[in-house]
């Protein structure tokens, strides 16, 4: 089992930064994909950006150029750095966690309002 812990969220203005930390914890295999989801009211969970061991990122159109998602293998810890947020990238954000099972974080909520 993998335990995820979300920190990072809260409330921003449009055109403000956050960034958002994903600890993970348990047994870990060293082949794995971590990722940030979202899912606003009304809407279906979507991917956000999600990175391998490796280091290969992917992500969303909707937020190519100005998020930005990274890990720390060592630490076991993976990071999503937003710029630039509008008010439509409002929801809560969950971290994922893939190998041979997929693990979620309880969420944490980014709110983009003036």
């Known amino acids: 089992q993998v335990q995820l812990v979300e920190s990072g969220g809260g409330l921003v203005q449009p055109g403000g930064s956050l960034r958002l930390s994903c600890a993970a914890s348990?047994?870990?295999?060293?082949?794995?994909?971590m990722g940030w989801y979202r899912q606003a009211p009304g809407k279906q969970r979507e991917s956000v950006a999600t990175?391998?061991?490796?280091?290969?990122?992917n992500y969303a159109d909707s937020v190519k150029g100005r998020f930005t998602i990274s890990r720390d293998n060592a630490k076991n810890t993976v990071y999503l750095q937003m710029n630039n947020l509008k008010p439509e990238d409002t929801a809560v954000y969950y971290c994922?966690?893939?190998?041979?099972?997929?693990?979620w974080g309880q969420g944490t909520q980014v709110t983009v309002s003036s």
């Open positions: 990175i391998t061991n490796t280091g290969s990122t």
């Open positions: 348990g047994t870990i295999s060293s082949i794995n994909v």
């Open positions: 994922e966690y893939l190998a041979t099972f997929r693990s």
